[in-house]
Nanobody, 126 residues
Framework: QVQLAESGGGLVQTGGSLRLSCAHS????????MGWFRQAPGKEREFVAA????????YYANSVTGRFTISRDNAKNTVYLQMDGLKPEDTAVYYC???????????????????WGQGTQVTVSS
């Protein structure tokens, strides 16, 4: 059973930066795509960024393009989300998720992320 553990959240001022980390417990990390999602109070969970199994393809929501960077270190079983230029509207609980299929060649549909972390709170003050 795969377990995901996010860390790195916190309180930051507008314009500041945070780096989130997500540690994957299983042996399959290097073969699966990973994603970051977020959920703000009173809103639905939304896609933030994703990276394919090899790290050669990345995808971003329009709202974070140019400010956030997703990366992975397969030797450390960890995926990262570098968040720069943070805005109050980025305030949310951030979740990482792992694809249920190995070596997927196309972007992972949201419903096919089968493993989820508990989330880490990011709060951006104005």
């Amino acid at each position: 059973q795969v377990q995901l553990a996010e860390s790195g959240g916190g309180l930051v001022q507008t314009g500041g930066s945070l780096r989130l980390s997500c540690a994957h417990s299983g042996r399959t990390f290097g073969s699966v795509s990973m994603g970051w999602f977020r959920q703000a109070p009173g809103k639905e969970r939304e896609f933030v960024a994703a990276i394919n199994w090899s790290g050669t393809q990345t995808y971003y929501a329009n709202s974070v393009t140019g400010r956030f960077t997703i990366s992975r270190d397969n030797a450390k079983n960890t995926v990262y989300l570098q968040m720069d230029g943070l805005k109050p509207e980025d305030t949310a609980v951030y979740y990482c998720a792992a694809d249920g299929r190995a070596y997927r060649a196309s972007p992972t549909p949201t419903e096919e992320y089968v493993y989820w972390g508990q989330g880490t709170q990011v709060t951006v003050s104005s």
